[in-house]
């Protein structure tokens, strides 16, 4: 594994514009279901459990072997399974910005053959990509082993819900970095979990679902989905 590239892949540094997504958690803060920091935890708990562990998680995993092999079809079927499984268009719309922008960043600043393969996918329209499905390729060619990239995508999508959390509720750094450990806690064993026995997605969030289709509803947004 190279340290310095996951480093880099995680840092917000990067340019993915994950800052203007909240995946529903504008939605979640404006009607009332996330207002304390406990909501916020288990907020993040869903995302853990549901999307990550059973939906992104596996999506991601599946695209990173597909990118090993050379599996061109297979990352173009996954991809389409990824978006099919999100019902709310601003989730879809949003992993495809957030998707297109880290294959696009990432091949600027690290230039390889295979991820130009992909670009050539994205060029053809054959996939969006979906961000889980951008993020295992770029695993793949950054060298970053299934445990380790099941861990820091966790990771990004676990901090980017702190980090919208402090914009839209009345909650400091101190708590949402509280909640943010608390849900860190659980992802190895999910890691080595997904890791030791690939699965296909899956998709059973409708609370979550609901908060995301609402989003495109309120009055005013810092957020697009």
Not at 54 to 82: F, H, K, S
């Amino acid at each position: 594994m190279n340290l310095l590239n996951l480093l880099h892949l995680c840092d917000t540094l990067f340019p993915t514009g994950g800052f203007a997504h909240s995946d529903g958690l504008e939605a979640a803060t404006s009607n009332g279901d996330v207002r304390t920091a406990d909501d916020l935890s288990a907020w993040m708990t869903t995302v853990l459990e549901e999307i990550i562990a059973r939906q992104d998680g596996p999506a991601m995993l599946a695209a990173r072997t597909a990118m090993l092999g050379g599996a061109d079809a297979e990352i173009v079927r996954i991809d389409r399974d990824a978006l099919a499984l999100k019902p709310a268009a601003t989730l879809r719309r949003g992993s495809r910005a957030v998707g297109s922008r880290l294959l696009q960043a990432w091949g600027t600043t690290y230039p390889s053959e295979r991820l130009e393969a992909v670009q050539a996918l994205v060029a053809t329209r054959q996939i969006a990509p979906s961000l889980p499905v951008a993020f295992g390729c770029v695993c793949a060619v950054a060298g970053i082993g299934s445990v380790e990239a099941v861990e820091a995508f966790a990771y990004t999508r676990l901090a980017g819900i702190a980090s919208a959390a402090m914009r839209l509720m009345p909650i400091g750094q101190t708590e949402a970095h509280r909640a943010l450990a608390r849900a860190l806690e659980r992802v190895p064993a999910i890691a080595h979990d997904l890791a030791a026995a690939p699965r296909e997605p899956q998709s059973f969030a409708p609370r979550m679902d609901i908060a995301a289709m609402s989003q495109q509803y309120l009055h005013s947004r810092l957020f697009l989905s």
